[in-house]
Every structure is written in structure tokens, then in C-alpha cells.
Nanobody
């Protein structure tokens, strides 16, 4: 089992930045990868960024590539999502995800970008 707690969401103007954090606890050494997803009402949950535990390989959605960066601090069991050049279309609830044979989810943190 893995528990995930996100923080860092909020309201910012377009062009601004936010840094989301996700602290993992539990069987963290069995996690294959961690990711950030986002969900907007009426749309499917979208994979934003992903980082693999062993290799450190990262993947990004096309819509955020070059603006967002996923990183991790293993000592703190924390994964970050640095979001720059934010746009109104980035407005969503952002969820932290850990995959360990099955998906584990955090409670989500709301990000609102004003134009």
C-alpha cells in the first residue's frame, strides 16, 4: 500500500508558476513509477508527467512539454511538478499517482489559472 499527499495548488495568473509536491509513504520501494495527472470536469483524466523509479526516465504530455518539469527527492519521498508559463487551459485538479502493480492516488490539489 502507498499513501500519497499532494500540496501546492492554488490560484495564479496566466504566465505564472506553481510547484506541486507529492509525499509518498508506505511501500514506496515497490513503486514502478510516479506521475501527475489532471482532471477537468467533462474531460478524461490526462497524464501530465511521469517519472520512472529505477531509470529516472521522464515523460510529458505534449501540451506541457517545455513548461512543466517533474522531479523527485528520494530522501524526502517526494515528487514535484514545477509548472511554468501557466495557461488558463492548465486549470484542473492535479492528482499524484503511484503505480505498484496497481494505481494509487492522492486526493488531488486544485490549480486555477486566471487569464
Amino acid at each position: 500500500q502507498v499513501q500519497l499527499v499532494e500540496s501546492g495548488g492554488g490560484l495564479v495568473q496566466a504566465g505564472g508558476s506553481l510547484n506541486l509536491s507529492c509525499v509518498a509513504s508506505g511501500d514506496i520501494f515497490r513503486i514502478s513509477f510516479m506521475a501527475w495527472y489532471r482532471h477537468t470536469p467533462g474531460k478524461q483524466r490526462e497524464l501530465v508527467a511521469q517519472i520512472f523509479s529505477k531509470s529516472g526516465t521522464v515523460n510529458y504530455a505534449h501540451s506541457v512539454r517545455g513548461r512543466f518539469a517533474i522531479s523527485r527527492d528520494s530522501a524526502k519521498n517526494t515528487v514535484y511538478l514545477q509548472m511554468n508559463e501557466l495557461k488558463p487551459e492548465d486549470t484542473a485538479v492535479y492528482f499524484c499517482n503511484a503505480f505498484m502493480g496497481k494505481d494509487f492516488w492522492g486526493q488531488g490539489t486544485k490549480v486555477t489559472i486566471s487569464s
